[in-house]
């Protein structure tokens, strides 16, 4: 899966070999359920579909409240592929001196607390 | 409106240290074309890290506008910005149904009475909670103001008639 970024929504690639989930870039989209909810269903089908290690990389510069709702489905559907059994690794990345984004890392880190979750800043 | 009214009117946005007033429909669009203006200004006068709050409270305040307007016959808001003393004040009103009040005013005053870390943690239960809400939103935005904002958020209800109130929020940032 590749959704190219634009303005107002984040570039998305979910590829399977290796298995990675990376997701970079703005997100307000205008309908939300409508931008996520691919996505959403693609995560959530990985679960059925494959096995290993799951690498996810979230770098965001804006989110706003309403795309929270969507990337905690994200997230579900990434810790329930981690209760399969396999092995699952986010990294959020804060821009450096993004207090914001590194803030709401560290709350979805604080939700999924069975999660291999670091927040990291890079310049 | 005659021309005097007019500059009395520009007079009292001057005095009130007024930088971007809007009033009526409030769409989608007109929210991104206000945020680009907003932004170019912010890079220009700020730093990074308060344009990025100030970036955020406009945002959530404005989405606010857009749904729950809808609920609403007359689709109308009001977005006024003022900056005085190297404060930024966003303000963010419309008109709602007198019976939709309640649950608004008691988030309201939970947020009102509440810390920073207090705040956060009703955040992130709410965080848990997001996929539940009806309709667009989060049940968030709120929160999401009053935690960028850094003075408590001030509001007022102001009764029409009898069955519509004009709300109108503030955060300074």
């Not at chain 2, 207090?118 to 667009?136: K, L, N, V």
Request: aromatic residues 6%; charged residues 25%.
């Amino acid at each position: 899966m590749h959704i190219a970024a634009t303005d107002r929504t984040p570039a998305i690639d979910l590829t399977l070999t290796p298995l990675k989930l990376v997701m970079a870039g703005e997100s307000f989209p205008e309908d939300v359920s409508a931008f996520y909810g691919e996505v959403i269903t693609s995560i959530n089908q990985l679960v059925t579909n494959v096995q290993g290690k799951l690498e996810v990389e979230m770098a965001f510069v804006y989110i706003n409240s309403s795309s929270i709702k969507a990337m905690y489905r994200i997230f579900e559907g990434i810790d329930a592929y981690r209760q399969a059994g396999n092995e699952v690794q986010v990294v959020w990345k804060a821009e450096e001196d993004d207090d914001i984004m590194q803030e709401l890392g560290e709350d979805f880190k604080d939700r999924f607390q069975s999660l291999n979750f670091t927040v990291e800043q890079h310049g | 409106m005659d021309l005097s009214q007019a500059i009395l009117l520009r007079n009292s946005l001057r005095n009130n240290h007024v930088i971007m007033a809007y009033n009526g429909t409030v769409s989608d669009d007109l929210m991104v074309t206000l945020a680009d203006l907003l932004k170019e200004r912010l890079v220009a006068n700020d730093d990074v890290k308060r344009s990025k709050l100030i970036f955020a409270v406009f945002m959530e305040g404005v989405q606010n506008l857009i749904w729950h307007g809808k609920e609403h016959e007359e689709n109308m808001g009001m977005i006024l910005i003022t900056e005085h003393n190297k404060e930024i004040t966003i303000m963010c009103g419309n008109r709602i149904e007198k019976d939709k009040t309640q649950g608004l005013k008691d988030r309201l005053a939970q947020i009102e009475g509440a810390d920073k870390d207090t705040i956060r943690q009703m955040y992130r239960d709410g965080m848990s909670h997001a996929s539940e809400h009806e309709g667009p939103g989060s049940g968030l935005g709120l929160l999401e103001i009053a935690r960028r904002a850094t003075q408590p958020i001030s509001y007022t209800f102001v009764d029409v008639d009898e069955h519509s109130v004009d709300f109108i929020m503030a955060a300074t940032i």
